[in-house]
């Protein structure tokens, strides 16, 4: 069975930290999806990225980065100098290919204080 | 503009009394997805469609049910609410990739927010 787990369930930090959100996934799968969705307070759900099991490239887009370790079933996220517009509930998912599901973790509530 | 469309998006209803919350891309895109999102549990899928007339249960069906006539419209149905289908309901829809239904990116709709009384 698939599953993906976002221990943390919020996090709190001053505007200008650096932050990481950790996402562990379980598959057995050879072929899966990665993703990360934020969710800002008013509620819409914005795409941030999309990894594809055989690319571990770590990508970085702008004050993100990923970091996927396949060794760890992990796909981790963070934010460099963090801002308040970064307040907002992050989840990470799993897809495999061609099954149609698509699995979200929990959720992780970041708050970004000034 | 590229969007999904839900519609209502808010409800108070009573228990027994059948609704149904539709849904609309206008992307063309053959993959469609209902998620429920409750306090603590993420988001939960209920159901999905590859494409047209192909339907197939998520991890959280019990109670819904949903069709797929259009490649525009994904309805969701609560055939007899209970208040434990009280919550934020998302629609989603996204293309094919070469990985497969359901593996690229997701555009969601703003949410339906369900109160069974």
């Known amino acids: 069975a698939q599953k993906v787990t976002q221990a943390q369930t919020e996090i709190s930090v001053v505007e200008k930290e650096d932050v990481t959100l950790d996402c562990v996934y379980e598959t057995r799968d050879t072929t899966y999806y990665l993703f990360w969705y934020k969710q800002p307070p008013s509620g819409e759900l914005v795409f941030l990225i999309r990894?594809?099991?055989?690319?571990?490239q770590n990508e970085i887009s702008g004050r993100y980065s990923w970091n996927f370790q396949k060794s760890t079933s992990s796909f981790n996220f963070t934010i460099t100098a963090s801002q308040v517009v970064d307040s907002a509930v992050y989840f990470c998912a799993l897809s495999s290919s061609n099954t149609g599901k698509l699995i979200f973790g929990q959720g992780t509530t970041l708050q970004v204080k000034p | 503009e590229a969007q999904v469309t839900q519609n209502p998006r808010y409800l108070i209803t009573v228990t027994g009394k059948k609704l149904t919350v539709t849904c609309s891309q206008n992307?063309?895109?053959?993959?469609m997805s209902w998620y429920r999102q409750d306090p603590g549990l993420g988001l939960r899928q209920i159901y999905y469609?590859?494409?047209?007339?192909?339907?197939d249960k998520g991890d959280v069906p019990e109670g819904y049910k949903v069709s797929r006539k259009e490649k525009r419209n994904f309805p969701l149905i609560l055939e007899s609410p209970s208040p434990n289908q009280t919550s934020l309901y998302f629609c989603?829809?996204?293309?094919?990739?070469?990985?497969?239904?359901?593996?690229?990116?997701?555009?969601f709709g703003e949410g339906s927010r369900l109160t069974v009384l």
């Open positions: 990894r594809n099991s055989f690319d571990e």
């Open positions: 992307m063309n895109h053959e993959y």
């Open positions: 469609s590859m494409n047209v007339e192909v339907t």
């Open positions: 989603a829809s996204s293309q094919l990739t070469s990985g497969g239904a359901g593996t690229g990116e997701l555009f």
